[in-house]
């Protein structure tokens, strides 16, 4: 069992960054691929970015590729999605996932692959 815990949303302007946070409770966690998605209203909760539980392998949305980096600390059961540059159309609220793999550096892009979630964090970027 997993529970996961976002932190770190606000506001901020166009061109800021932001740093999201998520804390995990539960020993499955090292062997957890961490997702973060996303989800603006009226719209279809989508997939950001993922890291293996060894932290080897990362994959982003093209959205986001080169702005967003995804990072995890298996000592402190945390994971991070550093936010730059952000845009108005990054307005979301950001869940963390975590979906429990057998191989240390596989990661899953569906959501319906995540067995755990979080509450959401909002990021609002204003124009």
């Known amino acids: 069992q997993v529970q996961l815990v976002e932190s770190g949303g606000g506001l901020v302007q166009t061109g800021g960054s932001l740093r999201l946070s998520c804390a995990a409770s539960?020993?499955?966690?090292?062997?957890?691929?961490m997702g973060w998605f996303r989800q603006a209203p009226g719209k279809e909760r989508e997939f950001v970015a993922v890291i293996s539980w060894s932290g080897h392998s990362t994959y982003y949305a093209d959205s986001v590729k080169g702005r967003f980096t995804i990072s995890r600390d298996n000592a402190k059961n945390t994971a991070y999605l550093q936010m730059n540059s952000l845009k108005p159309e990054d307005t979301a609220v950001y869940y963390c996932a975590a979906g429990a793999t057998f191989n240390s550096d596989a990661y899953y892009l569906s959501r319906r692959q995540y067995n755990y979630w979080g509450q959401g964090t909002q990021v609002t970027v204003s124009s």
């Open positions: 539960g020993r499955a966690f090292s062997t957890c691929a």
